[in-house]
């Protein structure tokens, strides 16, 4: 009988101990894995083990117990989440902002003043918020990004097809042969000049689907903040993913 018959599923997961603490850690399998591999999300601090398809799973439970310590550390530089709800502290286009509650009553969110104080106001039943949160987030990002597309269309005579807003976690925008633009809504939650930023990279790519000399050339024409949006991604961007 096959050797794939016999062995026994795999399990979604396995739970390795460090110092007292279980490190829940997800299991998948990759026809083209060569070795076991172990990664931590920086974003998310999900933690994958990957293993070539004959590995034997206590193989890669022996594997993660022996780097428990190294998963332990690179879990803890992994930021706070941060839950969309009342009095939670969120950045909106760059500035700290802190959810409002102002009532139960089903009503408009929106960025105001609250005896100076930025808020992003909501009405809604307290297990709405987060998902209220979002939709205007969502909304705002999309409206913003919409806005930096029109300002460089006629600067580049093209528009793209159609643009979509995601949750990324590995790239912040994109653009695909066909001209559709996509973005990630978190962009909303950066400076302003960082969403304008990518949006001037990915309509460049309507022009050079490339990172050519060429395309870097007619960036840097489009956009005067290239270095110090690239800087603030680099220093900030993983932090993005730590909200909602």
Request: aromatic share 6%; net charge positive; proline share 7%.
């Amino acid at each position: 009988m096959p050797l794939a018959l016999l062995r026994r599923p795999d399990p979604d997961h396995l739970e390795v101990q460090h110092e007292g603490a279980s490190l829940r850690i997800a299991l998948r399998r990759r026809p083209t894995a060569r070795r076991i591999t172990l990664r931590v999300s920086s974003a998310t601090g999900e933690v994958v083990i990957t293993l070539p398809t004959r590995t034997p799973v206590n193989t890669a439970e022996r594997f993660a117990t022996s780097h428990a310590g190294w998963i332990a550390a690179r879990l803890a530089r992994v930021p706070v989440r941060v839950v969309f709800e009342p009095d939670a502290s969120l950045p909106l286009r760059g500035e700290p902002h802190r959810v409002h509650l102002r009532g139960t009553r089903s009503g408009a969110v929106r960025a105001e003043r609250d005896g100076g104080e930025p808020v992003i106001s909501v009405s809604c039943d307290p297990a709405h918020v987060a998902r209220r949160i979002r939709d205007y987030l969502t909304r705002e990002a999309k409206r913003d990004l919409a806005e930096a597309v029109e300002r460089y269309a006629p600067l580049l005579g093209q528009r793209p097809v159609r643009m979509t807003l995601r949750d990324t976690r590995s790239r912040w925008g994109s653009c695909t042969a066909r001209g559709e633009l996509n973005f990630s809504w978190r962009l909303i939650l950066a400076p302003p000049m960082v969403l304008d930023y990518l949006v001037a990279h990915e309509m460049a790519h309507l022009r050079e689907m490339n990172h050519s000399a060429r395309f870097w050339a007619l960036l840097r024409d489009l956009c005067p903040h290239v270095d110090a949006a690239e800087a603030w991604l680099k220093r900030n961007g993983t932090s993005l993913h730590r909200y909602g």
